[in-house]
């Protein structure tokens, strides 16, 4: 996604919300002026930006991704997101495709509400989920409650794909 069409996205549904800046920015637990920077397309979002800014605002994270455009944030490199639900609105999960470059291993643990499940499709998985890390490999999978902080890195030389499914 380009960062002006996520930007004028996250703008215009903030306005049909009827949320201020403030507001939202509360709710998601980031600074007004970070929130303005991303509205105009000044800054990146990190993957728990996205997705407590989608949880906040009752949309699916995949409305922020240009049609014709899967890559989140291009400009810092780090995923690769591709919707797998068909823009389904309203569904009690969400499956999408990740790609992790190699060496991409920066990130903050972060948790929401729900579950998470990860199917390793090719490469591996380092994941952490407070604090504990393991790897998962090609086929491997796990399930676990996203309440708990979590993150997951590309350690390695080689992309990692992988089925993730993120329930409300």
Do not use: C
Not at 101 to 128: C, K, Q, Y
Request: no cysteine; aromatic share 10%; proline share 2%.
């Amino acid at each position: 996604m380009s960062l002006d069409f996520l930007g004028a996205t996250l703008k215009k549904i903030r306005k049909e919300r009827k949320y201020t800046l403030k507001e939202l920015a509360s709710q998601i637990g980031v600074s007004i002026s970070f929130l303005s920077q991303v509205e105009r397309g000044k800054s990146n979002v990190t993957l728990e930006s996205l997705k407590k800014i989608s949880d906040a605002l009752g949309v699916n994270p995949s409305i922020f991704f240009e049609a014709n455009d899967e890559l989140l944030a291009e400009e810092h490199r780090q995923f690769h997101y591709s919707d797998l639900s068909n823009s389904t609105v309203g569904a009690s999960y969400l499956p999408m495709l990740v790609t992790i470059n190699p060496g991409e291993n920066e990130g903050n643990a972060f948790s929401h509400d729900g579950h998470e499940f990860i199917f390793i499709v090719e490469g591996e998985l380092t994941v952490s989920i407070e604090g504990q890390e393991f790897v998962l490999k090609q086929n491997e999978s796990t399930m676990f409650d996203a309440r708990k902080n979590h993150y997951w890195y590309n350690y390695h030389n080689q992309v990692v794909k992988f089925l993730l499914v993120s329930s409300r």
